[in-house]
């Protein structure tokens, strides 16, 4: 019964892991869009602090009211915000605006979001994982990929070696009992 156990267990946490790492880091990389992990409050309940959401490139033409998107707080600067479109405005030289809020927030916020600030709209969100996102830098999340993989191969081919000498071990005649 242990070993059963042990063996659920065990496959449970392998496809935790594996499943964290595709939405986490293998699908924003191919797609070519960003993970950012929400730090605060301002979307819940819809987003809640320790939330990764993966955010894809997006032309302001496209984006609409009511879609959630990543902007930087200063054009150029690494800040970013994570808001909910409330309005798309336009002024008399045709300049894109946008008025943004979150979704726990009572006013909008205080400025307008201008088409450079964009960094994109949210594509998908996964809670907790911005977690360990936000506790790993850049080249430790590399690190912890090759580590997890290596370790999943490993035990790949652990449980391949014990199939095949369970398997040599059993004989003819023992099949037939």
Do not use: C
Not at 1 to 18: K, N, P, S
Not at 45 to 67: A, E, F, H, M, N
Request: charged residues 15%; hydrophobic residues 45%; proline residues 6%.
């Amino acid at each position: 019964m242990a070993t059963w156990l042990g063996q659920v267990v065990a496959w449970f946490v392998i496809g935790a892991v594996t499943i964290g790492l595709f939405l986490g880091v293998l699908v924003p990389r191919v797609a070519g869009a960003t993970p950012y992990t929400v730090l605060t409050g301002s979307m819940r309940p819809s987003l809640p602090p320790g939330t990764l959401v993966v955010v894809k490139p997006i032309d302001v033409v496209d984006i609409r009211t009511g879609d959630v998107i990543t902007y930087q707080l200063e054009s150029g600067q690494a800040p970013v915000v994570t808001h909910r479109v409330t309005s798309v405005r336009h002024d008399l030289t045709g300049a894109t605006t946008l008025v943004t809020k979150g979704d726990a927030n009572d006013v909008p916020d205080a400025d307008a979001v201008m088409p450079v600030q964009i960094r994109g709209r949210v594509w998908y969100s996964v809670p907790y994982l911005g977690r360990v996102n936000q506790v790993l830098d850049d080249g430790q999340r590399q690190m912890a990929v090759y580590l997890i993989a290596g370790g999943l191969l490993m035990y790949a081919g652990w449980m391949f070696t014990t199939a095949v000498r369970d398997r040599r071990r059993t004989t003819p005649a023992d099949a037939k009992d």
